[in-house]
């Protein structure tokens, strides 16, 4: 709870710094103070102390997975905006509003992740899409920007209505009457067809957000269209907060029907892992490639969904961790460069090795290869789906998948050091730009050594409200 006061003041609070304050500086240090807040006022909810306490009437539901996930969400946050946040500036003159919108988007997150209650669901996923709609189209002179935001609310508004229907099918189909999510399952043995129907365009309004194939289409175009600074907010910190909710969903909310609708989840899972990999091989923005790449991330997370285990559980947090802290960084470095095409990087180790090093590790990372947090990251998915003995096919595409994955990742290293071009940065980095890089390329190293030092939490901490 004190994560949603929080964000939903401190978005109101940046409305109105704009007003009281012209310094872009004064304004993004008020950005930064409020996500530190945050991540106290998550962690204190943590330890079990509230700013509020009140009655949720089952509404919400606060335990040590949604709020890892929402420390995960923040801490991924801060990081961007100390290391893109000046990018904000060159977006456009409303700074003060960038920064609201992103708080108004946490506190959709905050709900997401802590959600008892399809209603809740809907509110989190709504607070969550319009302001990045708006923040999409933020860049005002940039057709493709225009285009890209067009796109995303015509799309968004489209699997939103599929969300409502479905919410609907399940309040109806539930045997209790009921919104709250451990109360839509039936102990019938036969589901009924209106139950499936909602648990299906559920499953499709949720593919949709975290861009699952075959509903991903409007991924690369959006991505690429919004400013980069936004667009690494987007790949990243959201996409893994509404993986938290939406196996949160189907855990708590269809788990002991999963026979019933695993087949369709990996069906979903194989066609975002092939066609994620698969396109990206082709790309030549590096940008593009990169908003390729976060489908098949988001194929690699679905096996989580698929399996629902505690190790699926344990394996989605490490991922978003792992998953965000890579994104993140590779998009603070695109923002420095002239050309944001794999050219625009050729001889980069030679002119600046620091980030083309630290880059590698990014790299790396996010495609899975061994002492980064993303080789453990991987491998607890797949070692959810192998659990449970079934869909071993699905783990043996995956881990070919995985492979294909590393020809456009080392595309790009192989540019930085086995060309030579004109390729750099369009200013030099800053010391502390530098050193912000390396502290992420330290965490995804440590997450790959030690894993454990962010999973204990889920089992140590079992707090709920």
Known sequence: MNAIILSAVWGIIMMFSGIVTKSKTAIR????IGLALLLIGNYADMMGYHLVTMEVHKMLYFDTFG?????????????????????????????AEYFALIFFVLCGISL??????LLMLFLGIEIISIPLYILTGSDKKNLKSNEAALKYFLMGSFSTGL????IAFLYGASPMGSFAVDELWTAKPQVSPLMLSGILLLLISMSFKVSAAPFHFWTPDVYDGAPTVF?????????????????????EGFGQGAAQWQIFVAIITAATLFIGNITAVFQQSVKRMLAYSSIAQAGFMLLGLLSLTGIAKQGIILYAAAYSLATIGIFAILLRMKDYTFEGFNGLAKRQP????????????????????????????????????KFMWLAIFAVLCAAVSAYYYFRVIQAMYFKDGEGGTEVEPSAGFKGLLVLLAALILVLGVFPQ???????EMIYTW
């Open 112 to 117: 997401v992740t802590t959600f008892n209650s």
């Open 354 to 389: 620091l980030l083309a090093a630290t880059c590698t590790i990014f790299l790396l990372s996010l495609a899975g290869i061994p002492l980064t947090g993303g080789f453990f990251a991987k491998y607890y998915m797949l070692m959810s789906v192998v659990s449970t003995g």
């Open 67 to 95: 709020l890892l996930g929402n420390s995960i969400a923040f801490a991924s946050t801060l990081l961007l905006v100390l290391l893109s946040g000046r990018d904000m500036e060159k977006v456009g003159h409303n700074l």
């Open 29 to 32: 240090n008020t950005a930064i």
């Open 453 to 459: 030092t962010l999973l204990h939490q889920l089992t």
């Open 163 to 166: 969300m409502l229907l479905g």
């Open 231 to 251: 667009t690494s907010f987007m790949a990243t910190i959201v996409k893994v907060s509404i993986f938290v909710g939406f196996i949160r969903l189907f855990d």
